[in-house]
């Protein structure tokens, strides 16, 4: 398949899909995942030393719970919602989750 398929470029394509995918996330109201919560309550998720600050898991966290501390970012327990989305999105597998 060549690169202009359809009048748009391959990068060009990556970037719309990618902005669309994470607006609503970046755009949610706070507590608008109240049954994730509740689901998930247990679950607590915390961020190692691996840790790189690519803002990653600060970029996409519904609850706006992660901020970068001295050297890393750190996530605030009571603004949590425990939905897992840093601990998926994380390039490095920095955060690690427990019971």
């Known amino acids: 398949m060549d690169e202009k398929h359809l009048g748009i470029t391959r990068r060009k394509f990556v970037v719309a899909t990618s902005v ?6 970046l755009l949610a109201p706070k507590g608008l995942f109240p049954e ?5 309550e247990g679950k607590l998720y915390y961020i190692t030393n691996e ?3 690519c803002q990653t898991c600060r970029t996409l966290c519904p609850g706006k719970a992660i901020n970068f501390g001295d050297c890393r970012n750190e996530i605030d327990q009571e ?6 989305t840093c601990y998926h999105a994380c ?6 989750e427990t019971e």
Do not use: D, N
Request: with cysteine.
């Open 36 to 40: 994730v919560k509740k689901a998930r």
């Open 79 to 84: 603004k949590c919602i425990h939905c897992g």
């Open 91 to 96: 390039p490095v597998s920095a955060i690690s």
């Open 20 to 25: 669309a995918a994470t607006t609503p996330l």
């Open 51 to 53: 840790c790189v600050g």
